[in-house]
Structure formats: structure tokens, C-alpha cells
């Protein structure tokens, strides 16, 4: 998203199969030995937000910022954007690898109220998106973890973006769904289920071993 917002569309994507894992990304992300990585000059960047700042910051003269150009709000974005990763994630990954019902809608509740925080985020901005009249930063972080809670609700048959209780975020998760900055990005909820119920049953063959 990051890339096609910079206008940046000569580069080869490599779809990475985390059950088998490459040489090329357990040499590129040795640590963490997860996806994304960015491989720049021959030099890799992983995680999530640094490839987005970094992408931000090499293209800098090429399309318009990613991130806030004032200081307070570029540490808001960024607070915010740590908020989604970490609450957010949590809860709906929770939904999926619970052991229970009741675990599950423990996480559900959770999944819900993290949603409400960042409708309250966007009502107090009163713009199209989060970053204000266009895509930015936190419109990138959180709208990455939207085809997990379609593929989720799917899988579970609920409803964990519930327009009625927060009918600005689904407003605004509608909007940024039809951005040329996804385009051709999201992978199809299908895709995203199936590979969700490998991480389920991978979660669970754990938990029964301990």
C-alpha cells in the first residue's frame, strides 16, 4: 500500500509460504523470521511499520507524505498505529485460536471495544480518514487488519466490524477499501480464512501439548 501511495510499481512481490519458510526470508529476517520484508539495494527492512516509514522517507519527493509532517501529530499516528497493532491484533487473533466459546467471545468483546477506540479517533479527526481528507499512516496500519476481521466474521459467523455500533469506522473501512492504494494489495478473504485455520490448528496442537 505503502508503495503503490508513492506511486513506486517496479518491484517483484514475492508471496511467502510461513509454513515453509524460504532461505531468502529466514536470511533477510533472522530474528523474527516473519513477513513483510523489504528488500532495498540489496538490503532488507522488516516489519510492518519501518518499511512503511522507510518507503515513506526514500520516496520522499514522489507522491504526498505518508506520515504527518508535524511532529505532534506524526507521534499520534504513530502511538495509535502501536495502539492497533497490539489491542487490536491481540483480540481478533484471540477470536481465532480460542479454546472456548466463552474464550472466544471474551476476545470478541475485546475485538469490539478496540474498534471503538479508533471510531472515537475518527469522529474527533471529522475527516474521510484517518490521516484527514486522504490516506496516510494509520489509514495504512489499520486498514491492513480489515480482511481479517471480514475473513474472521466469516469463519465464526459474527460480526466483528458492526456498522451500527461503529458506523464511522465501517463508513471510513468502506472508503478505504475502494483507494487505488489497495488495489490489487488485499489478498482475498478466502485466502486469508484458509490460512487462518492452518494458524488455528498450529495455536491449539500447542496449547494441548503444554
Known amino acids: 500500500m505503502a508503495l503503490n501511495l508513492k506511486g513506486v510499481r517496479s518491484y517483484e512481490y514475492i508471496e511467502q509460504d510461513l509454513f515453509n519458510k524460504s532461505s531468502l526470508l529466514l536470511q533477510s529476517n533472522p530474528v523474527h523470521k516473519k513477513v513483510p520484508v523489504l528488500i532495498h539495494n540489496g538490503q ?3 516489519e510492518s511499520l519501518p518499511i512503511v516509514e522507510y518507503v515513506d522517507e526514500v520516496w520522499n ?10 511532529p505532534y501529530q506524526r507521534a499520534v499516528a504513530r502511538f495509535w498505529a502501536t495502539y492497533t497493532d497490539d489491542k487490536l491484533l491481540r483480540a481478533y487473533i484471540g477470536v481465532n485460536v480460542a479454546a472456548t466459546e466463552e474464550e472466544r467471545a471474551e476476545k470478541v ?5 478496540a474498534i471503538s477506540q479508533l471510531e472515537s479517533v475518527l469522529a474527533d ?14 489509514d495504512i496500519v489499520v486498514g491492513c487488519h480489515l480482511s481479517w476481521l ?4 466469516k469463519m465464526y459467523g459474527m460480526v466483528l466490524l458492526d456498522a451500527a455500533k461503529s458506523p464511522t469506522f465501517a463508513a471510513w473501512a468502506a472508503r478505504f477499501g475502494e483507494t ?5 494489495v488485499v489478498p482475498e ?9 492452518k494458524r488455528r490448528a498450529e495455536a491449539l496442537a500447542v496449547k494441548r501439548k503444554n
Open 44 to 46: 532488507p527492512i522488516s
Open 61 to 70: 519527493t514522489a507522491g504526498a507524505p505518508i506520515l504527518p509532517a508535524d
Open 109 to 113: 468483546k475485546d475485538t469490539v471495544a
Open 125 to 138: 479527526g471529522g475527516k474521510a480518514f484517518f490521516a484527514g481528507d486522504s490516506v496516510g499512516y494509520l
Open 150 to 153: 471480514e475473513a474472521f466474521s
Open 180 to 184: 487505488e492504494a489497495v488495489n490489487g
Open 189 to 197: 478473504i478466502d485466502t486469508v480464512a484458509e490460512y487462518a485455520k
